[in-house]
């Protein structure tokens, strides 16, 4: 079974830094996808950004970018410029690559503070 | 706005009783998701149906059932009700197809408290 693990329960960063989330993940599989996802205080999950594991180059959306190494089965998040309304629970999530049973595996959360 | 609806969106009620969350995926979308989401056991999946059939099944538990559909709304059922069954559920769609790894877009949650 897989499994996904944020080590970080709960960080802070001064608005305008720049903080890295840290993700680990087991899996046997050598196709799947990764994922962030990001929900503030209103509980709304949202889709910060997306990985095919297949692919080398790591994926960026704005000041947002990952640190994926597949040997190493890590997945970081990078978020750049931090923001005020940065401030919600992460959660990394693991999807197998089984065409048409997309279901999701996530982590624990991470708790990001961002200060003024 | 993911385009997802769930209803209601808060729930209380008490042990033994049974009750229905019901979801409504964004347009297009033929799968649906179930999530619960509770401060022990975190983020679960707990099922999945595309086009009105079951297609994958988390750590749903026997007094736990769903359906979607003709019209592809789907319903989560829970009987029995426990006190640790109060959580966060949430619906989620996604166009799903071969390949595999699509965005998944949540509804806003129903908050189920058991009393």
């Known amino acids: 079974a897989q499994t996904v693990t944020q080590s970080q329960p709960e960080m802070s960063v001064q608005e305008a830094e720049t903080v890295t989330l840290s993700c680990t993940y087991d899996t046997s599989e050598n196709n799947y996808y990764l994922f962030w996802y990001k929900q503030p205080p209103s509980r709304q999950m949202i889709l910060v950004i997306r990985?095919?594991?297949?692919?080398?180059q790591n994926a960026t959306e704005n000041r947002f970018s990952v640190n994926f190494q597949k040997a190493a089965k890590s997945f970081s998040l990078k978020i750049s410029d931090s923001q005020l309304g940065d401030t919600a629970m992460y959660f990394c999530a693991f999807m197998p690559h089984q065409g048409g049973s997309e279901k999701l595996v996530f982590g624990k959360g991470t708790k990001l503070t961002v200060n003024p | 706005d993911s385009g997802v609806t769930q209803t209601p969106k808060h729930l209380i009620t008490a042990t033994g009783q049974r009750v229905t969350l019901r979801c409504s995926p964004r347009?297009?979308?033929?799968?649906v998701y179930w999530y619960q989401q509770s401060l022990d056991q975190g983020l679960q999946f707990l099922i999945q149906?595309?086009?009105?059939?079951?297609?994958a099944k988390g750590n749903i538990l026997e007094r736990f059932s769903a359906q979607q559909f003709p019209d592809l709304h789907s319903e989560l059922n829970l009987s029995s009700l426990e006190l640790g069954d109060s959580a966060l559920y949430f619906c989620?769609?996604?166009?799903?197809?071969?390949?595999?790894?699509?965005?998944?877009?949540f509804g806003p949650g129903t908050r189920l408290t058991v009393l």
């Open positions: 149906y595309y086009n009105g059939e079951e297609r």
């Open positions: 989620a769609s996604s166009v799903t197809g071969l390949a595999g790894g699509h965005e998944q877009f």
């Open positions: 990985q095919e594991a297949y692919k080398q």
């Open positions: 347009s297009g979308d033929l799968s």
